[in-house]
Nanobody, 124 residues
């Protein structure tokens, strides 16, 4: 198993930036495809970004493309989500997740391990 702990959430004004971190422990971090999801009040949890095991490729949902950047440091067992030009509609609890698949994945069912989430609130 792998344990995931997110940090870096908070309150920011529209147009601002935040950097989320997700620290992993347990099994070999580089064996996992990593992803970020978010869940706004009253909405389903949705895919935000994913990154391959090596960090060489990343994918994003359309609404964050060009504003968010996912990255990972396998030496530090950490995945990051840099969020720029934040909008009020980005407000949600953000979760990191780990997948044993060998490709990037966008569905919740593809991810086996989840963190507890970190709140991001963007004020207008």
């Amino acid at each position: 198993q792998v344990q995931l702990v997110e940090s870096g959430g908070g309150l920011v004004q529209a147009g601002g930036s935040l950097r989320l971190s997700c620290a992993a422990s347990g099994r070999t971090f580089s064996n996992y495809v990593m992803g970020w999801f978010r869940q706004a009040p009253g909405k389903e949890r949705e895919f935000v970004a994913g990154i391959t095991r090596s960090g060489g490729n990343a994918i994003y949902t359309d609404s964050v493309q060009g504003r968010y950047t996912i990255s990972r440091d396998n030496a530090k067992n950490t995945v990051y989500l840099q969020m720029n030009s934040l909008k009020p509609e980005d407000t949600a609890v953000y979760y990191c997740a780990a997948s044993v698949l060998i490709r990037t994945a966008t569905e919740r069912i593809d991810y086996s391990y989840w963190g507890q989430g970190t709140q991001v609130t963007v004020s207008s």
